[in-house]
């Protein structure tokens, strides 16, 4: 009857809804009009144009912030038009829906177990949802780069837009010889026939553009030639002899240059302003005042004829500031109460069932043992090396931006609305990021540089936040506390797992400042609280996960690997625990869970493998082992830890981390085994190290000297395996990251017997 009644309370407006839905997906090739071309390029769909050279040009709406999606995407049309890397070149695109990121958004939106989602065994449910996300996440249009799904979610698109071009160029080839396509080669960039004619693409790039393909083929996979190698980065040579431009080097004529000054105090404002003390400063223009924008706090923004000149001034500048309106936020407070509502969670069915499989409540209340742990996470900062940094122009109803960002859509929306212009009227160029890790999937420093542009009289102005203004005015990964909590048997054996973790919702939260007339403060269920605890592989009769989403007076945002960072140490902490308590050694216990998976247990014995897991180690060493899936990949690894004893007692010293994955297809070999490092480094930098502190709304750190990194004498010897497979590719810029914490906590406790709960790791 509930049924019946939605069905019929939707009408007409029903009626076409279901229509839409069972229409085939909108294509994501576009057409030759939606890629503006140059005098001397044809384009020949929404990817990919040629130009008059016969060099290809890739427009990409991805951001290349090290991950190398700009090499292995081209690889991906190189393979297929069988051309060289090196007349592939990549073009910044503007946002346009075509290349919206369905894929970001569609694993975003899933909350499904892994054995739902293996492939040959996804439900029927499973393929609907995916297919009406998909179709409407196409509709919406979102460019933006996150999520490590830059080759997942263009894996299927760019081969097809590449074999298209293909055949229309083969079919004007057959045209304009009259002879048969069948009997045309195509290598390096020429297509030729035995008898004689031949031409490269370039020369018959106009004629293509007005043929219609015909039958479209991919080549078949045994033919690759480039994809599944290691070849050089192409932005390699840039970035080595300085000529890669990142938005910190942008340089327009007559720029200014700012800086900003945010309140000390988290939520605090500026009051009273003796402006004048600073504009008698050489250099110094003016002093801007600027509200929320974007999410971010009121501040000032200093405008001078030089960075020097401006946070020289900003420095000087007497504010008088004032204090939120209700008290500071206090880091060590919020993690007691993040405790609490963790066990409400757990004990009491507070907050929000990610999985509720079995009945854990009652397998508790009868089992022979419990086990139970309390597991802790701080608030983290992105620090990325490039502070925050924006360009921008307003003039004559036009804005034009020069911004290192992962949201190039939501930047070009919220630039309209500062400046009060249509979207239209805005163009983003996007350069190099000095690396993003989430916090460039904010646009308050464009809404911020915008506002000021438009006190400058057309003149350009790039906005650099100091390292200072960046790491206490962050939007912080966010802390979290859970409570776990075990049904034993008489042999130790778990019986059911029962989970209540708490901390604020990433997503609502940035939703509220990305959409600012959608914000409800009403948070729907944040898929990234719970992520890497509702989706555990191992196979338990019992499974309860609740989260109560919190919401406290810190900003919070995407860390890289968002829920899944703190909550793989979370959950492969515990699993070591439980291997402890039946007395199992810890890689047996999860290889006995893993029946039903096997991708997983193939990853988890290649490690072991290659880590020699049980062989007898240098005498003061230990190994510990964690596996985790985030973003559609598997990751498994091995580290093998010592302590050495400094000034401040004994502290962990890394040697080798042996890392195996299975992310489906590999592109780029070595740029899998780059991101795998870079991860690990990154996972070890906030495992021993990494936390923010607040104290009366103040963040206590403030620069690198405060917040240690992992630095080159510290780095161990990192190793990546790669297990083959034919799957679609999964991510690969976050998986490393997640896995890192726990098999480093639980090489400690083999070493030390003690059990370490909270992060960062301190013995």
Same mark, same amino acid.
């Given at each position: 009857?509930?049924?019946?009644?939605?069905?019929?309370?939707?009408?007409?407006?029903?009626?076409?809804?279901?229509?839409?839905?069972?229409?085939?997906?909108?294509?994501?090739?576009?057409?030759?009009?939606?890629?503006?071309?140059?005098?001397?390029?044809?384009?020949?769909?929404?990817?990919?144009?040629?130009?008059?050279?016969?060099?290809?040009?890739?427009?990409?709406?991805?951001?290349? #912030?090290?991950?190398?999606?700009?090499?292995?995407?081209? #690889?991906?049309?190189?393979?297929?038009?069988?051309?060289?890397?090196a007349l592939v070149r990549v073009v910044q695109a503007q946002p346009e829906a075509l290349?919206?990121?369905v894929a970001a958004a569609v694993d975003a939106a899933l909350f499904f177990e892994p054995?739902?989602?293996?492939?040959?065994?996804?439900?029927?449910?499973?393929?609907?949802?995916?297919?009406?996300?998909?179709?409407?996440?196409?509709?919406?249009?979102?460019?933006?780069?996150?999520?490590?799904?830059?080759?997942?979610?263009?894996?299927?698109?760019?081969?097809?837009?590449?074999?298209?071009?293909?055949?229309?160029?083969?079919?004007?080839?057959?045209?304009?010889?009259?002879?048969?396509?069948?009997?045309?080669?195509?290598?390096?960039?020429?297509?030729?026939?035995?008898?004689?004619?031949?031409?490269?693409?370039?020369?018959?790039?106009?004629?293509?553009?007005?043929?219609?393909?015909?039958?479209?083929?991919?080549?078949?996979?045994?033919?690759?030639?480039?994809?599944?190698?290691?070849?050089? @980065?192409?932005?390699?040579?840039?970035?080595?002899?300085?000529?890669?431009?990142?938005?910190?080097?942008?340089? +327009?004529?007559?720029?200014?240059?700012?800086?900003?000054?945010?309140?000390?105090?988290?939520?605090?404002? $500026?009051?009273?302003?003796?402006?004048?003390?600073?504009?008698?400063?050489?250099?110094?223009?003016?002093?801007?005042?600027?509200?929320?924008?974007?999410?971010?706090?009121?501040?000032?923004?200093?405008?001078?004829?030089?960075?020097?000149?401006?946070?020289?001034?900003?420095?000087?500048?007497?504010? $008088?500031?004032?204090?939120?309106?209700?008290?500071?936020?206090?880091?060590?407070?919020?993690?007691?109460?993040?405790?609490?509502?963790?066990?409400?969670?757990?004990?009491?069915?507070?907050?929000?069932?990610? @999985?509720?499989?079995?009945?854990?409540?009652?397998?508790?209340?009868?089992?022979?043992?419990?086990?139970?742990?309390?597991?802790?996470?701080?608030?983290?900062?992105?620090?990325?090396?490039?502070?925050?940094?924006?360009?921008?122009?307003?003039?004559?109803?036009?804005?034009?931006?020069?911004?290192?960002?992962?949201?190039?859509?939501?930047?070009?929306?919220?630039?309209?609305?500062?400046?009060?212009?249509?979207?239209?009227?805005?163009?983003?160029?996007?350069?190099?990021?000095?690396?993003?890790?989430?916090?460039?999937?904010?646009?308050?420093?464009?809404?911020?540089?915008?506002?000021?542009?438009?006190?400058?009289?057309?003149?350009?102005?790039? !906005?650099?936040?100091?390292?200072?203004?960046?790491?206490?005015?962050?939007?912080?990964?966010?802390?979290?506390?859970?409570?776990?909590?075990?049904?034993?048997?008489?042999?130790?054996?778990?019986?059911?797992?029962?989970?209540?973790?708490?901390?604020?919702?990433?997503?609502?939260?940035?939703?509220?400042?990305?959409?600012?007339?959608?914000?409800?403060?009403?948070?729907?269920?944040?898929?990234?609280?719970?992520?890497?605890?509702?989706?555990?592989?191992?196979?338990?009769?019992?499974?309860?996960?609740?989260?109560?989403?919190?919401?406290?007076?810190?900003?919070?945002?995407?860390?890289?690997?968002?829920?899944?960072?703190?909550?793989?140490?979370?959950?492969?902490?515990?699993?070591?625990?439980?291997?402890?308590?039946?007395?199992?050694?810890?890689?047996?216990?999860?290889?006995?869970?893993?029946?039903?998976?096997?991708?997983?247990?193939?990853? !988890?014995?290649?490690?072991?493998?290659?880590?020699?897991?049980?062989?007898?180690?240098?005498?003061?060493?230990?190994?510990?082992?964690?596996?985790?899936?985030?973003?559609?990949?598997?990751?498994?690894?091995?580290?093998?830890?010592?302590?050495?004893?400094?000034?401040?007692?004994?502290?962990? +010293?890394?040697?080798?981390?042996?890392?195996?994955?299975?992310?489906?297809?590999?592109?780029?070999?070595?740029?899998?085994?780059?991101?795998?490092?870079?991860?690990?480094?990154?996972?070890?930098?906030?495992?021993?190290?990494?936390?923010?502190?607040?104290?009366?709304?103040?963040?206590?750190? @403030?620069?690198?000297?405060?917040?240690? #990194?992992?630095?080159?004498?510290?780095?161990?010897?990192?190793?990546?395996?790669?297990?083959?497979?034919?799957?679609?590719?999964?991510? #690969?810029?976050?998986?490393?990251?997640?896995?890192?914490?726990?098999?480093?906590?639980?090489?400690?406790?083999?070493?030390?017997?003690?059990?370490?709960?909270?992060?960062?790791?301190?013995?």
């Amino acid at each position: 009857m509930r049924r019946r009644f939605l069905l019929g309370g939707l009408g007409a407006g029903g009626a076409l809804l279901l229509g839409w839905g069972l229409l085939p997906p909108r294509s994501r090739l576009g057409g030759r009009d939606t890629l503006p071309a140059l005098a001397d390029e044809v384009a020949l769909n929404g990817w990919l144009k040629l130009a008059g050279d016969g060099e290809l040009r890739l427009a990409l709406p991805r951001a290349e #912030m090290g991950q190398g999606v700009h090499t292995a995407l081209a #690889m991906l049309v190189a393979e297929e038009l069988d051309v060289p890397l090196a007349l592939v070149r990549v073009v910044q695109a503007q946002p346009e829906a075509l290349h919206g990121n369905v894929a970001a958004a569609v694993d975003a939106a899933l909350f499904f177990e892994p054995v739902d989602v293996e492939p040959g065994r996804q439900t029927p449910v499973v393929r609907s949802v995916r297919w009406m996300l998909s179709k409407i996440t196409r509709e919406l249009g979102v460019v933006a780069t996150g999520g490590s799904s830059s080759i997942t979610d263009l894996y299927p698109v760019l081969p097809l837009a590449a074999a298209t071009v293909r055949a229309q160029l083969l079919g004007a080839a057959s045209l304009l010889w009259k002879l048969p396509v069948s009997e045309l080669v195509v290598q390096a960039g020429v297509i030729s026939h035995a008898s004689g004619p031949r031409a490269h693409f370039g020369e018959l790039a106009r004629m293509a553009s007005a043929t219609r393909p015909g039958r479209v083929a991919l080549k078949p996979r045994e033919r690759w030639r480039l994809v599944g190698t290691s070849v050089p @980065r192409t932005d390699l040579p840039a970035k080595v002899d300085g000529s890669a431009v990142f938005g910190i080097d942008v340089r +327009r004529p007559g720029q200014l240059f700012a800086a900003i000054l945010h309140a000390p105090m988290l939520g605090g404002s $500026a009051g009273a302003v003796d402006v004048d003390a600073v504009l008698r400063r050489p250099g110094v223009h003016r002093v801007v005042r600027l509200g929320p924008l974007g999410g971010s706090a009121p501040a000032l923004a200093v405008v001078a004829r030089s960075t020097w000149h401006a946070q020289q001034a900003a420095a000087a500048l007497p504010v $008088a500031w004032q204090p939120p309106p209700r008290p500071g936020a206090n880091s060590a407070d919020i993690l007691r109460q993040l405790e609490l509502h963790a066990r409400a969670a757990a004990e009491d069915g507070a907050g929000f069932a990610f @999985r509720n499989r079995g009945d854990a409540d009652a397998a508790l209340r009868t089992a022979p043992r419990r086990l139970e742990a309390v597991y802790r996470a701080p608030y983290l900062a992105h620090m990325a090396m490039e502070p925050l940094n924006c360009t921008a122009r307003v003039a004559d109803g036009q804005v034009e931006l020069w911004v290192p960002t992962q949201v190039p859509s939501f930047a070009r929306t919220l630039a309209a609305q500062v400046a009060g212009v249509p979207e239209s009227a805005v163009t983003v160029h996007v350069p190099y990021l000095g690396g993003g890790f989430g916090r460039r999937l904010e646009v308050d420093v464009v809404g911020q540089a915008v506002r000021v542009a438009m006190e400058t009289g057309g003149l350009p102005v790039q !906005l650099l936040w100091s390292r200072e203004q960046d790491t206490q005015n962050d939007f912080y990964r966010p802390a979290a506390a859970v409570v776990m909590q075990a049904a034993l048997d008489e042999q130790g054996l778990p019986l059911a797992l029962r989970i209540g973790s708490a901390g604020d919702a990433v997503l609502p939260r940035y939703y509220e400042r990305v959409f600012p007339l959608l914000a409800t403060r009403v948070d729907a269920p944040d898929k990234t609280a719970a992520e890497g605890l509702f989706s555990l592989p191992y196979e338990l009769p019992h499974l309860a996960v609740r989260h109560v989403a919190t919401r406290h007076d810190v900003p919070v945002g995407s860390w890289r690997a968002v829920g899944h960072s703190h909550n793989a140490f979370f959950a492969e902490s515990f699993i070591d625990e439980l291997a402890h308590a039946a007395k199992i050694d810890p890689l047996g216990f999860r290889l006995e869970r893993l029946a039903h998976l096997p991708r997983h247990t193939a990853v !988890l014995r290649l490690a072991a493998e290659r880590a020699g897991w049980g062989r007898a180690l240098p005498a003061g060493r230990a190994q510990g082992v964690a596996l985790h899936e985030s973003y559609n990949s598997i990751v498994a690894m091995v580290v093998e830890v010592s302590l050495e004893t400094g000034p401040q007692g004994a502290r962990p +010293r890394v040697h080798r981390v042996v890392a195996a994955v299975d992310c489906g297809t590999v592109i780029h070999p070595g740029i899998v085994a780059q991101q795998m490092e870079s991860g690990v480094m990154f996972g070890l930098s906030a495992a021993l190290f990494g936390r923010i502190d607040i104290a009366g709304g103040v963040v206590q750190q @403030r620069n690198f000297p405060d917040q240690t #990194m992992l630095t080159l004498a510290m780095t161990p010897a990192i190793e990546t395996h790669i297990v083959p497979s034919t799957r679609e590719p999964g991510g #690969m810029g976050e998986p490393g990251v997640p896995p890192t914490a726990p098999a480093l906590a639980n090489a400690l406790f083999a070493l030390t017997g003690r059990r370490l709960r909270e992060l960062p790791l301190r013995l």
